[in-house]
């Protein structure tokens, strides 16, 4: 469905849960966060019935599932199976940072999930450890592989440009995408509060200009921007009410926001 911009918007990514087992420096404050409660996550049914309204009534046909980490959430196999049986989708994705890859990729292969986008910022395990407060490299490696093996292809590796700490690793990180035939897309590293981003290197993301996505929070918020604050709840306006608000409010580019973080927006 066209926006008021006459933009195409196709594409919903969807923050299945605000959980993660990983603590990236870029993402998660070290002080920890405060997660929503069980009751105020969506569950699944809930997540697939705003999906199915969106792509029968409103053009979504591509779905990205999101977190924190989607691989933490209970049930994501099944998750992908009732999305993928509603018929307007074509296909579904997944950002994810690699880690449980390896034991869900043949499940998630089978439920039907398209390919995935996994998160590596450097090829050292030190870094690694460092970056993400204490996760194993190797795992991810092993994710990879598994995701290869599987055939959730192309895998697309999700690299965050960080000044102070990969700046020197981009081209052996292309090369190792280059040598494991991956394709790789780089991310300048995004602050919300002040509205600083830029379109991703090798992907569509950040050009406000050929925008076709929404976002949908893990308790239930459709937000048309990620750079803005306008959310619309599904839970009291309905997922009709939503999108409509969603499409008809999405503005033209993104400014700032403080009411979501990457944790619990996916990205
Ligand atoms: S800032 Fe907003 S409008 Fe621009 S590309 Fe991102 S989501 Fe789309």
Do not use: W
């Not at 066209?2 to 990514?13: K, P």
């Not at 995701?147 to 700490?165: C, F, R, Y």
């Not at 379109?199 to 076709?212: F, L, T």
Request: aromatic share 6%.
């Amino acid at each position: 469905m066209l926006d008021a911009f006459n933009r195409e918007i196709n594409y919903l990514r969807i923050s299945v849960t605000d959980r993660c087992n990983l603590r990236c420096t870029y993402c998660m404050p070290a002080e920890g966060i405060t997660l929503m409660s069980h009751n105020e996550v969506l569950t699944l049914e809930q997540i697939a019935e705003v999906a199915k309204v969106g792509a029968e009534n409103f053009g979504i046909s591509k779905i990205r599932l999101t977190g924190g980490e989607p691989l933490v959430r209970k049930g994501i196999v099944q998750l992908v199976q009732l999305l993928k049986a509603i018929e307007p989708i074509d296909e579904v994705s997944m950002t994810t940072n690699g880690v449980f890859l390896k034991k869900f990729a043949a499940e998630l292969k089978e439920a039907g999930l398209n390919r995935v986008n996994i998160s590596l910022d450097t090829l050292s395990p030190e870094k690694f450890k460092v970056t993400t407060r204490g996760g194993n490299i190797q795992d991810v490696f092993d994710g990879i592989q598994a995701a290869k093996q599987e055939g959730l292809t192309p895998v697309k590796i999700n690299v965050v440009k960080m000044e102070s700490s990969n700046a020197d690793e981009l081209a052996q990180l292309k090369a190792f995408c280059e040598k494991e035939n991956l394709k790789i897309q780089f991310i300048r590293q995004m602050d919300l509060e002040s509205g600083s981003f830029s379109q991703v290197e090798g992907g569509k993301g950040g050009n406000c200009s050929i925008c076709n996505r929404l976002r949908l929070t893990a308790d239930g918020h459709l937000k048309p921007c990620l750079f803005s604050n306008k959310s619309y709840s599904t839970k009291e306006l309905g997922a009709e009410g939503a999108f409509q608000a969603a499409l008809y409010n999405k503005p033209e580019k993104g400014k700032t926001s403080n009411n979501h973080s990457f944790y619990n927006i996916g990205g």
